[in-house]
């Protein structure tokens, strides 16, 4: 019952960002970019991507606004590209010493685009002319990830390999982080800011069920993170929120393939009442993208299977971007029957075809 397409890369995916409700940007050590679109994908059968080049090294992040994408990468460069044409606007060669782990934009003001490195140093450079503007730098201050506030434009949240989040007032250029939020057994790696600018999500490294968690934290009281949710046996190497009407959802997802939608996650953990789905892709994955969409009207014909039972209206839910070190993308949704039950559970939809050989070692 699934559709399988061709890989869109030559290599792992590293990382993957929704572009708009339907498109998704990825990047790869291939050294390359691509965008694709869902819905296209959906209806077609059949993946177009537009290809981004220019990189020399693995392009490890990206970031975009409604316009431009951002790109940094192992050769250690910063690199912005009109999304509708492809075309490198602009190159900011040698951006850190080493290599450029994470970037992020605040969707605000889309004024200052922010890279972090393996330097122990955040930079932020100006848009247009591309000089630094400001640089933050902390001994033992490995950069793994980055997020902008949604509702604060002057606040930069920065994951670390010394176990803690820096929190940045961009306004400062004291190396002296506003908040330092701690309390990790291995270092975060991935992290995810809810729409309301109050709750962080972050994903840790871990093996064997032990530091592999998801840490939900409230800003607002940084002394202690607000609640663990516990689930996958490796790294956690992706989280991301969703609001869909009053439900909150995180989904993160793991090097050990699970793949775990959280309902309602800080409510939840307060009144014990672990709300989890799970599902397991079979392969290392490394990013995820969720996508909004009205599965009563979206879903093509084909996969109304067993999976999707006729006799339900599959009206609530999302669709999840799955991204592996593997060079495959799986294509799920996260769905709820409109019957008074809420009752969530994944479908799995689609996929791309693995490139890298099964032989391949971890990142």
């Known amino acids: 019952d699934s559709i399988t397409v061709p890989a869109i890369h030559e290599g792992s995916i590293l ?9 998704v940007a990825t990047c790869s050590d291939d050294t390359n970019i691509a965008i694709l679109n869902v819905d296209s994908l959906l209806s077609s ?17 990206l970031a975009s606004t409604s316009q431009s ?20 606007l602009q190159t900011i060669e040698d951006a850190h010493s080493l290599n450029v782990a994470a970037v992020a934009i605040n969707s605000t003001t889309n004024s200052i685009i922010f890279s972090g490195s393996r330097d122990y140093s955040v930079k932020g450079w100006d848009v247009i002319t591309g000089k630094c503007k400001v640089e ?7 950069v793994t990830a980055m997020e902008c506030s949604p509702t604060d434009e002057f ?9 803690c989040i820096r929190v940045w007032d961009v306004r400062n250029s004291s190396n002296q982080p506003a ?24 994903g840790c490294k871990g093996f064997d069920m032990v530091g592999c968690d998801v840490k939900i934290w409230d800003i ?7 609640c663990e949710l516990k689930g996958h046996g490796q790294d956690v190497t992706a989280c991301r929120y969703f609001q869909l009407e ?11 393939g699970s793949v775990i939608a959280w309902i309602n996650p800080s409510a939840a953990v307060k009144e014990n009442n672990n709300n989890k789905v799970v599902y397991n892709v079979g392969r290392c994955v490394t990013s995820i993208v969720i996508l909004p969409m009205d599965l009563s009207s979206s879903l093509p014909p084909s996969t109304t299977t067993s999976n999707l039972s006729p006799k339900k209206h599959y009206g609530r839910g999302c669709r999840v971007v799955v991204t592996s070190n593997d060079g495959s993308i799986q294509f799920l949704t996260l769905s709820t029957p409109l019957d008074g039950f809420d009752v969530w559970q994944f479908n799995h939809i689609f996929a791309t075809s693995e490139y890298l050989s099964s032989s391949m070692t971890d990142n």
Request: charged content about 20%.
């Open 179 to 202: 908040q330092q939020l701690s309390g990790y057994i291995y270092f975060p790696i991935c992290m995810d800011m809810h729409n309301d600018g109050m709750m962080l999500a972050t």
């Open 45 to 61: 059968r059949t993946i177009k991507p537009l290809y981004f080049t220019g990189h020399k090294k693995a392009v490890n992040r």
């Open 69 to 88: 994408l951002w790109s940094v990468s192992r050769d250690l460069s910063l690199r912005q590209w009109d999304i509708a044409t492809g075309e490198n």
């Open 246 to 256: 009053n439900t909150t959802i995180l989904i993160s997802a793991s090097k050990d």
């Open 136 to 142: 933050f730098k902390s001994p033992r201050n490995i």
């Open 220 to 226: 607002r009281q940084p002394s202690k993170f607000l």
């Open 15 to 23: 990382s993957a960002i929704k572009l708009d409700n339907s498109s």
């Open 155 to 163: 606040v930069l949240f920065q994951a670390s390999e010394d176990l």
